[in-house]
C-alpha cells in the first residue's frame, strides 16, 4: 500500500498535470460563462440563460489521462514500481482529481440556486438535468464523467504505447464509424424522441451509473495491456 501511495505522491510531483491546469480551464471557463450571461442579461434577453462551458475541465482529464502514463510509467518501472502499483496509484491519483471537481461542481450548483444564478439568472454548474436529483447526484455524475473521461485518455494511451498509433487510430476511426451508424439508424427510423425520453427518464445518476460501468470495463482493459507494456 505504500509503494501505490508513493506512485500518487510521484503523480502529483507536477501538481500542474492533476490539479491547476484542470482548475485553471474551469475558473476561466466559468468566468467566459459569467460575462456572456451578464451581456445577455443586460441586453434585456429573457432569462434563465445555461451554457456548455462546464465541459471544458472534464475534457482537459483525457490529456491528463494520456499523461500520466506517457509521461510517468516509464520513471516508474526504473524506479522498480510494479505495473499493478502504478496502475492502482494512478487511478486513485485521478479519483483524488475527480473528487476535487465534482466537490467544486456541486457547491456552485448550491451557491447558483440560492443566488437565483448568481443575479443574472445564469447558470454554469447547476444544469436542471444534472441537479435534479440533488447535489450528491450532481457530484456522483461530475464524479463518473471526470473518472470516465480520464480513463478515455488512459486506455488510449495503453494501446498506443503497447501497440503503436496505427491500432489506436483504426479503433477510434472504428468507434466514430459506429456512431454514425448509429445516429443514421435513429434517424432513419425516426426514433429521435424515444432516444431523448430514455435519457431523460435514466437522468443523471443512472446516466453516470452505466458510465461508471464503462469506467470499470476501460480500467480493466487498460490493466490487462499495461502488464505488457514495454516503457
Do not use: H
Amino acid at each position: 500500500m505504500n509503494r501505490t501511495v508513493n506512485v500518487v505522491r510521484m503523480q502529483l510531483i507536477n501538481k500542474q498535470t492533476f490539479v491547476w491546469v484542470p482548475l485553471l480551464v474551469l475558473g476561466a471557463s466559468f468566468a467566459m460563462s459569467l460575462a456572456i450571461y451578464a451581456i445577455l442579461n443586460s441586453s434585456g434577453v429573457p432569462g434563465p440563460f445555461y451554457g456548455g462551458g462546464s465541459q471544458a475541465p472534464l475534457w482537459v482529464l483525457m490529456f491528463v489521462g494520456i499523461s500520466s502514463l506517457t509521461l510517468t510509467f516509464p520513471f516508474s518501472q526504473a524506479m522498480s514500481v510494479t505495473r499493478r502499483e502504478f496502475f492502482l496509484g494512478t487511478m486513485l491519483a485521478a479519483a483524488m482529481c475527480a473528487v476535487l471537481l465534482a466537490a467544486v461542481f456541486a457547491i456552485g450548483g448550491l451557491i447558483e440556486d440560492a443566488t437565483n444564478g448568481w443575479g443574472i439568472n445564469g447558470y454554469f454548474f447547476a444544469l436542471d438535468w444534472v441537479v435534479e436529483d440533488g447535489a450528491l447526484g450532481a457530484a456522483f455524475f461530475y464524479f463518473v464523467m471526470a473518472m470516465l473521461i480520464f480513463m478515455l485518455g488512459f486506455w488510449s494511451a495503453t494501446v498506443y504505447k503497447r501497440f503503436g498509433a496505427l491500432l489506436l487510430t483504426l479503433i477510434w476511426v472504428g468507434v466514430g464509424v459506429i456512431l454514425l451508424i448509429a445516429i443514421w439508424a435513429i434517424t432513419r427510423f425516426e426514433v429521435w424522441g424515444d432516444v431523448i425520453t430514455a435519457l431523460v427518464q435514466l437522468g443523471a445518476v443512472g446516466l453516470a451509473a452505466w458510465g461508471l460501468v464503462l469506467t470499470v470495463v476501460l480500467g480493466a482493459v487498460s490493466y490487462l495491456t499495461l502488464r505488457r507494456t514495454v516503457p
